[in-house]
């Protein structure tokens, strides 16, 4: 089992930044890739950035925006979000995709946190 900790959602103001962590616990032998979705309300939940093997991807949409960082040490991902935008409003949640010992595979989603973006 692995359970995920999401924090740093908020409210800002458009042109503002905010940042997302997401740490992951439990049992644990390698955690690849480390990733962002994001919903916002009416819409279906939509890619937005992943960490795999210390190359990153973004959609176009964050692309030059949002930064995905991790720390491995923590098994912790990070979202950097700047110059948001009123678009940007949905609620965040991470995903991991991580084994354990005995080679067995889990994908497990955080909790969703809310960010909103004022204009």
């Known amino acids: 089992q692995v359970q995920l900790v999401e924090s740093g959602g908020g409210l800002a103001q458009a042109g503002g930044s905010l940042r997302l962590s997401c740490a992951a616990s439990?049992?644990?032998?390698?955690?690849?890739?480390m990733g962002w979705y994001r919903q916002a309300p009416g819409k279906q939940r939509e890619w937005v950035a992943t960490?795999?093997?210390?190359?990153?991807n973004y959609a176009d949409s964050v692309k030059g925006r949002f930064t995905i960082s991790r720390d491995n040490t923590k098994n912790t991902v990070y979202l950097q979000m700047n110059s948001l935008k009123p678009e940007d409003t949905a609620v965040y949640y991470c995903?991991?995709?991580?084994?354990?010992?005995?080679?067995?595979?889990?994908?497990?989603w955080g909790q969703g946190t809310q960010v909103t973006v004022s204009s």
């Open positions: 960490t795999s093997g210390g190359s990153t």
């Open positions: 995903n991991v995709k991580t084994w354990d010992v005995r080679g067995l595979r889990y994908d497990t």
């Open positions: 439990g049992s644990i032998l390698s955690i690849n890739p």
